[in-house]
């Protein structure tokens, strides 16, 4: 039997070299044989079976299941080969019935280590995406779908450079929209180059190529994995850094500016009595003006500096929420926008410092009303997160939206989108949130708005 194994698996070899017309002569002469050792066709598929399993034990899943696909084929021509001279030699072509049985038996047992690979891949926590020689999508796992949006049977089969990039395969400067169409065209193997993908998803990807016996490619796979949580992270980490390099800076010039400011303002209210009869009277009402906005830019370092430890109490959310609506809803209505607050009864209370997190919330609601147009929509909403405890409020807006730049800096100092902007507002915001021991995330995307979620611990904890 091992002579029969190893001759089978010279001749499938051969099969699987793109020779079929060699192959098919030397299993016509090899069945002669089988016939004639009596070896049945149990035996043969379990063969078939043990040399299919030697030959692509050291494959990847994806490129061992197209070799068992194609060897599907040999083990019918077998079958039908065998078939034939078991006809001349004698044999009752109930075999057939034998050979049926056979292979339904490997064929459950082929579908098995489908399902099994299939489940690992699906199970792992990295997307995998493979592509063949056309650039057409064969295998998307479980992640990739989650990550991207996508199901399977939309994309699979499918050109991934026209599904994803309009058709276009490399840019006016050269370079390749896809770096898996890169890796099937020249070969570079690409490792942890970092992709962003709507909805502020941000991947890491890398690629490996399967060859065939001739050494080309025929399959190019991708691995994702996602690393939004990191990204996340170190944004915080540089945030906080830059947040202690203003409050180290405010520490040392602020009083030292607001010292000589307050003098001068002094004196030029002295003055503005003499002038009121002259025409400089206007030009002294713009110096104390301008002069109350650098006191106001220094209070804002002072909030780095020395900051306010919050004075914690148990509040609850409705009545936080009635009052920023009282405090909003003039402005709303002048300016014709839709403002609508939301707040469950049943939410549990925060632990806050009620100024603060006020400050937070009017700052917030304020700037999604410059965001807006008239007879825009504000929605101001509150709901209760049980795994987490805390308390999560937004403040949605249809506005104009942000990019993912934008995003990425809204809460650094000195950034700002607004001509007379200072650029401290929602550092600050970022601040006191972090203070209380809570969080605040922001989803923008230009034209369809912008949503801040802050999350705040309930009463008890933190």
Wanted: glycine residues 8%; charged residues 25%; proline residues 3%.
């Amino acid at each position: 039997m091992n002579e029969f194994r190893q001759k089978y698996k010279e001749i499938l070899h051969i099969y699987l070299q793109n020779s079929e017309e060699e192959a098919l002569y030397k299993v016509h002469e090899l069945c002669k044989q089988f016939v004639h050792e009596a070896i049945a066709p149990e035996e043969l598929v379990v063969l078939h079976h043990k040399t299919v399993m030697e030959l692509t034990q050291a494959l990847p899943a994806e490129a061992a299941l197209q070799i068992i696909n194609r060897c599907l084929a040999y083990l019918l021509e077998v079958m039908v080969t065998y078939g034939i001279n078991c006809g001349r030699g004698g044999y009752s072509w109930d075999n057939l019935n034998r050979w049926h049985e056979a292979v339904l038996h490997l064929s459950s047992s082929l579908n098995l280590f489908e399902s099994k690979h299939k489940h690992i891949l699906d199970t792992i926590p990295v997307g995998v995406i493979s592509i063949n020689r056309e650039g057409k999508i064969t295998f998307i796992n479980k992640k990739i779908e989650e990550y991207l949006g996508i199901k399977a049977e939309d994309v699979l089969g499918k050109n991934l450079v026209d599904l994803c990039y309009g058709g276009v395969k490399k840019l006016s400067d050269g370079t390749y929209t896809s770096i898996m169409i890169e890796t099937l065209e020249t070969g570079k193997i690409f490792n942890d180059v970092e992709k962003e993908y709507p909805g502020g998803i941000v991947c890491q990807l890398s690629t490996s190529v399967i060859r065939d016996e001739a050494g080309e490619i025929t399959e190019v796979i991708s691995l994702l994995q996602n690393i939004t949580q990191r990204k996340q992270l170190e944004q915080a980490i540089m945030r906080n850094e830059k947040l202690a390099a203003v409050g180290a800076l405010a520490a040392g010039i602020a009083h030292e500016i607001r010292n000589p400011l307050t003098t001068i303002r002094g004196f030029i209210q002295l003055l503005h009595t003499e002038l009121a009869q002259s025409q400089k009277k206007d030009y002294v009402d713009i110096i104390i003006e301008e002069i109350d906005r650098a006191n106001s830019i220094l209070n804002d370092f002072l909030c780095f500096s020395k900051p306010t430890p919050p004075k914690r109490r148990q509040i609850g959310v409705s009545a936080i929420m009635e009052e920023i609506r009282l405090l909003t809803e003039s402005e709303a209505l002048l300016r014709e926008i839709n403002l609508d607050f939301s707040c469950p009864m049943e939410i549990p209370g925060i632990y806050i410092d009620k100024d603060q997190i006020k400050q937070v919330l009017l700052n917030i609601v304020k700037n999604a009303f410059d965001a807006v147009a008239a007879h825009g929509r504000v929605k101001v909403a509150a709901r209760w997160e049980p795994g987490p405890r805390m308390v999560a409020i937004t403040v949605e807006d249809n506005g104009t939206g942000m990019d993912q730049q934008t995003v990425a800096k809204i809460f650094d100092p000195f950034f700002t989108t607004k001509e007379s902007g200072t650029g401290l507002g929602m550092a600050v915001t970022y601040q006191i949130i972090h203070n209380h021991g809570g969080e605040i995330n922001v989803e923008s995307f230009p034209g369809r708005g912008t949503t801040f979620t802050i999350l705040l611990p309930v009463a008890g904890k933190g």
